[in-house]
């Protein structure tokens, strides 16, 4: 007489749920906190990205994908939609409270945003990893964040980034969107003041 028991199935709802959380770990742990910059492409791949100095990754205007939409709750309990930003370029950072690298580069995303408002520049944070709001906040009182960010513990916004865009890939990631929302520039290491601004002022200068 056997004692085994048959195996378990999965409800296809049960599978579902582990595949999602499956995706989402593993979105989380591609690079965290300030790894290399891995996946950018040349134009001699097939596609136009060109990898400039400072691991600063840029695409030729007609060449861009549009971004997804990122919208959501923020960590101050606010909502934001990036989609409605068009018409302004917008600087996009994925951060979190824990990582050293988004310490080092906060006061200099605080300095910019502040100085570029009256230019037509929004910045939205993209805060992940951070299972609760309070460390959030402080990080944002600390370093005089008054930008909102969209609170994505769990790197869900992340995923909605196509394959094969310059997607956030670590964490910090930097985006910049031209004034029709799509990906201009990507850096996946920390940034300070002067990479940020070079990031920036090209795709604010275009017409």
Aim: net charge positive; charged share 25%; glycine share 10%.
């Amino acid at each position: 007489m056997s004692l085994s028991r048959a195996p378990r199935r999965r409800s296809p709802s049960g599978r579902a749920l582990l595949l999602t959380a499956v995706t989402v770990t593993a979105a989380l742990t591609l690079t965290a906190c300030g790894g290399a910059d891995g996946g950018s492409k040349s134009s001699g791949s097939g596609t136009n990205y060109v990898q400039g100095s400072g691991g600063v990754t840029t695409v030729a205007k007609a060449d861009r994908d549009a971004a997804p939409k990122l919208d959501g709750d923020t960590v101050d309990g606010s909502k934001v939609d990036v989609s409605a930003l068009k018409g302004k370029v917008v600087v996009l950072n994925v951060w979190g409270s824990w990582c050293p690298p988004c310490r080092a580069e906060a006061p200099h995303f605080a300095k910019v945003a502040g100085e570029l408002k009256s230019k037509g520049v929004e910045f939205v944070g993209i805060n992940t990893r951070d299972f609760s709001k309070q460390p959030a906040k402080e990080f944002e009182e600390n370093f005089g964040i008054t930008y909102p960010s969209l609170y994505d513990p769990n790197g869900r916004l992340m995923l909605r980034f196509p394959k094969g865009t310059l997607n956030p890939q670590s964490i910090p990631s930097t985006l910049v969107l031209d004034k029709d929302g799509k990906i201009a520039a990507r850096s996946l290491l920390a940034v300070n003041e002067s990479k940020l601004r070079k990031m920036i002022e090209p795709v604010l200068a275009e017409k």
